[in-house]
C-alpha cells in the first residue's frame, strides 16, 4: 500500500519568505503527482500536476519539483504572502490502481504579516 | 460552473438512518470518486467508478454503496449510519488519461452522526 509522508505538519513563516513543503511517498511506480491546496473549511483546489515522466511544474509563484526513484516531491512557495495560509496536500497516483490517488495529512501552513 | 457539485453541503443524521450524498459533474468526466477527510487520517478512497455501470471499492467501503447509471451522476449511499460515519465527505472526479489529468473536487457534505 502506497503510504505518503508530508513534512512538516504545520509551518509557520513570516510574510516575504520563501519556503518549501516536502512531501515523500514509498511506492515510485506513480502516474503522477498532485499538489492541493485546502482552506478551512473548503474543498481541494489543484494547484499544480506533475506526471511521472516531468520533474518540474511551475504555476506563478509555485514551483513543484518530482525526483521518482527516491519517492519525493517539494513544493516551493516563493515570497510568502498572508493569503498562502491554508493546508497544502500532496497526493499520489499509482500505475496499478486506476484512478485511486493516496494523500498525506498535509502541511499547515500560516504566513505572518 | 463546470465542476463538481456536491449536496448537501451539511446533514446531520441519528444512527441507524439511512441517506445519500449526492455528488454530480459536467465536464464529461469518465472517473468519480468518493473520498472521507478525518483529523490526521487525510483522505481516504471509499469507492470509485471508472464510466457508467462500473464501480469498484476503495480502501474504506464498509457501510456505504455508490452506483452510477449515468456518466454525470455518482451518489453516496449511507445505508445504516454510525458514529464513526462522521467525517467530511468528498467527491472527485477525473478525465481518463491518468497520467495527463488530475482530480477536481466538489466543497464537500459534512456529516454528523449522533
Known amino acids: 500500500k502506497q503510504e505518503v509522508t508530508q513534512i512538516p505538519a504545520a509551518l509557520s513563516v513570516p510574510e516575504g519568505e520563501n519556503l518549501v513543503l516536502n512531501c515523500s511517498f514509498t511506492?515510485?511506480?506513480?502516474?503522477?503527482l498532485q499538489w492541493f491546496r485546502q482552506d478551512p473549511g473548503k474543498g481541494l483546489t489543484s494547484l499544480l500536476l506533475?506526471?511521472?515522466?516531468?520533474r518540474e511544474q511551475t504555476s506563478g509563484r509555485l514551483n513543484a519539483s518530482l525526483d521518482k526513484s527516491s519517492g519525493r516531491s517539494t513544493l516551493y512557495i516563493a515570497a510568502s504572502q498572508p493569503g498562502d495560509s491554508a493546508t497544502y496536500l500532496c497526493?499520489?497516483?499509482?500505475?496499478?490502481?486506476?484512478?485511486?490517488?493516496?494523500f498525506g495529512t498535509g502541511t499547515s501552513l500560516t504566513v505572518i504579516p | 460552473n463546470a465542476g463538481v457539485t456536491q449536496t448537501p453541503k451539511f446533514q446531520v443524521l441519528k444512527t441507524g438512518q439511512s441517506m445519500t450524498l449526492q455528488c454530480a459533474q459536467d465536464?464529461?468526466?469518465?472517473?468519480m470518486s468518493w473520498y472521507r477527510q478525518d483529523p490526521g487520517m487525510g483522505l481516504r478512497l471509499i469507492h470509485y467508478?471508472?464510466?457508467?455501470?462500473?464501480?469498484d471499492q476503495g480502501e474504506v467501503p464498509n457501510g456505504y454503496n455508490v452506483s452510477r447509471s449515468t456518466t454525470e451522476d455518482f451518489p453516496l449511499r449511507l445505508l445504516s449510519a454510525a458514529p464513526s460515519q462522521t467525517s467530511v465527505y468528498f467527491c472527485?472526479?477525473?478525465?481518463?488519461?491518468?497520467?495527463?489529468?488530475?482530480?477536481?473536487f466538489g466543497s464537500g457534505t459534512r456529516l454528523t452522526v449522533v
Open positions: 497526493a499520489v497516483n499509482l500505475e496499478d490502481t486506476g484512478n485511486q490517488f493516496y
Open positions: 511506492d515510485s511506480a506513480i502516474y503522477n
Open positions: 506533475i506526471q511521472s515522466s516531468q
Open positions: 465536464m464529461n468526466h469518465e472517473y
Open positions: 467508478s471508472v464510466g457508467a455501470g462500473i464501480t
Open positions: 472527485a472526479s477525473q478525465k481518463a488519461g491518468a497520467a495527463n489529468y488530475g482530480y477536481t
